[in-house]
Each structure stands twice: as C-alpha cells, then as structure tokens.
C-alpha cells in the first residue's frame, strides 16, 4: 500500500510556474513508479510525466515535453512535478498515483494508488 498527498495547486497566469509535490509513504517505494495525470472537466484523465523511484528515469507525454519536469527526492520520499510556461489549457485537476511495477507508461489502469488531487488553474 502506498498513500499520496499532493500539493501545490493554485492559481497562475499564462506563463507562469508552478511546482507539485507528491508526498508518498508506505513500504518499498524503491518497487515504485509515480505518475502525475490531469484531469480538465468534461476530458479524460492524461498522464504527463511518471519517474521510476529506484533510479530516477523519466518518461513525458509530448504535450509538456521541454516545460514539465518530474524529479524525485529519495530522502523526502517526494515527486515533484516542476510546470514552466503554463498555458490556459493546462487548467486541470493533477493528480498523483503509485505503480508497482515501476513501468514508465502512463496507462491510467496501469496505477493502484492515487492521491487527492491538487487543482492548477492558468488564467489572466
């Protein structure tokens, strides 16, 4: 079992940054990938960015490649998700979650575990 926690939504304008946190507790989170998704109303959940925990590889969707980062600190077991120039269309709800296969995919039914969500709103 894995438990998430994000933080760090809020509102911004265009252009803006943001940074996500995802704190995560539970046993042998080195077994464990983290993805971070987003929900806009009336659309399908998206992954954007997922980290193996163990060594660090990274994967992105090529919506936020070149102004997302995802990077974890071990010693916080914590996933941040770094969001530069930040458009109107990122608005969404972000959530983070837990796969136990350490699988760099962002298949939705691939992750067991799901945090609360944060919501990102990019507005003028």
């Known amino acids: 079992q894995v438990q998430l926690v994000e933080s760090g939504g809020g509102l911004v304008q265009p252009g803006g940054s943001l940074r996500l946190s995802c704190a995560a507790s539970?046993?042998?989170?080195?077994?464990?990938?983290i993805g971070w998704f987003r929900q806009a109303p009336g659309k399908e959940r998206e992954g954007i960015a997922c980290?193996?925990?163990?060594?660090?590889?990274?994967y992105y969707t090529n919506s936020v490649k070149g102004r997302f980062t995802i990077s974890r600190d071990n010693d916080k077991n914590t996933v941040y998700l770094q969001m530069n120039r930040l458009k109107p269309e990122d608005t969404a709800v972000y959530y983070c979650a837990a796969n136990d296969k350490a699988l760099l995919r962002l298949w939705v039914s691939l992750y067991d575990f799901w945090g609360q969500g944060t919501q990102v709103s990019v507005s003028s």
């Open positions: 980290v193996t925990l163990i060594d660090g590889m990274t």
């Open positions: 539970g046993n042998n989170l080195d077994a464990y990938a």
